[in-house]
Each structure stands twice: as C-alpha cells, then as structure tokens.
C-alpha cells in the first residue's frame, strides 16, 4: 500500500529557479492538499483541491501553483523559488472534503533554496 | 495570530506512564479536532479524533478529552511506550471547511526508559 506519494524527497534550489513537486494517492480520495512545515511552526496549508478539476488558495498560497492532473495526482509548482520557501513540504489525501475525513500524508520534501 | 495552540514544546514521560498533552484553541466555529503523530523524516499520520458534541473519546491506550467551555482539549497515552515518542499536532477544523484544518506547532513526545 502506496498511500500518498512525494517526489522528489529532498531538492536544493538557487533563488529564482523553478520546480514541481509531485504527489500521488492511490486510495481513491476526492480531497488533496499541499501543506509546508516550518521549524517552530505546525503545518500551514498552501492550496487544497476539493476534488479533480477544483483548486483553491490556502493560509500561504502566495508563490505557488498547483495543478490537479486527475484524481491521482496534485502537484505544486515554485515559478521563482526563494529563501523563504526553503520548507518541508507535505502532500496530503483525504476521502472527502471537510471533517470526519482525516488527512494521509506523504513522507514530505525537504526543500532549501539558496 | 494563533487559533491553535500547543503550549508545550516538548514533554518527557516515564514508559508506562500516563502522558497528557494539551492543545487550546481560540476560534469557537471549530466543531472538529483531531490529533496526528509524527515520526523524523515521515509524514503525520491521524491518531484520534473528537466532535464537539461529545467530550471523551477512546481508542486503545488513546484517548482525548474536549471542554468546549474552556476551549480545551487534552491526549491522554496510557501506558506510554517507548514507540510512543514522537511529534504530535493538534489539529482543529469547522464543519466542511477544507481551507480552515489548522494545526498547533506540535509538542515532541520523549519517552524515557
């Protein structure tokens, strides 16, 4: 069981260079997520996507994209990274939107944009 | 401004005995709450969770107590485990609000032999 899968795990960034992170589940779920962790910080959501062909903004949505490719798959784009993007990113997947349905996380990417 | 709050960066417990982490939140449309653990270098991964039409709820050794009066809510491990230490974060949500999971900064778990 796959569950919710982050490529790559790690990636070091020069400021101004783009990158996509990719996520996929294979659990069938209709709800994913995009949130980044920070030292001292819990985790803040930058975009969500209730289900295939429907994203929406987030607490920190400000330099990202997202594009959710089918029900697999939501992936999130820095078109210009910065230092302060330097983060651990999580993809995460739920079964349907809203409460009762917890979220699964993916083991994360260790992002640093130097 | 934080919604919710976990007030102790880290705690340490003797294995096999009770650990109780706190979580407090500020927002009163929260009606969700959840707790996820976290290994190094793993996601989090959902633990328990709590409407807030009841106050207890159990699973196993884990349960979590709600007062909604208080804004208040707490984990309790018992007996904790040495596989027990980790980072746990308290999460809150309102009813069909995707954009609205908030998270505490987390509390790191020690359990000490």
């Known amino acids: 069981n796959a569950g919710v899968t982050q490529t790559p795990k790690f990636q070091v960034l020069k400021t101004g260079q783009s990158m996509t992170l990719q996520c996929a589940q294979d659990m069938n779920h209709n709800s994913m997520y995009w949130y980044r962790q920070d030292p001292g910080m819990g985790l803040r959501l930058i975009y969500y996507?209730?289900?295939?062909?429907?994203?929406d903004k987030g607490e920190v949505p400000n330099g990202y994209n997202v594009s959710r490719l089918n029900k697999r798959e939501f992936s999130l784009r820095l078109e210009s990274a910065a230092p302060s993007q330097t983060s651990v990113y999580f993809c995460?997947?739920?079964?349907?939107?809203?409460?009762?349905?917890?979220?699964?996380f993916g083991n994360g990417t260790r992002l640093t944009v130097t | 401004d934080q919604q919710v709050k976990q007030n102790s960066p880290s705690l340490s417990v003797q294995e096999g005995r009770i650990s109780i982490l706190n979580c407090d939140y500020t927002n009163s449309m929260f009606d969700y709450f959840l707790w996820y653990k976290k290994y190094p270098a793993e996601g989090p991964t959902f633990l328990i969770s709590i409407s807030s039409i009841k106050d207890k709820n159990e699973d196993g050794r884990f349960t979590v107590f709600l007062n909604k009066s208080a804004k208040h809510l707490s984990l309790h491990i018992v007996p904790s485990q040495p596989g027990d230490s980790a980072v746990y974060f308290c999460a809150a949500s309102e009813m069909n609000r995707d954009d609205k999971i908030i998270f505490g900064k987390g509390t790191r778990l020690h359990i000490l032999p």
């Open positions: 995460a997947s739920s079964e349907t939107r809203g409460v009762g349905s917890p979220l699964h």
């Open positions: 996507s209730a289900s295939e062909g429907t994203t």
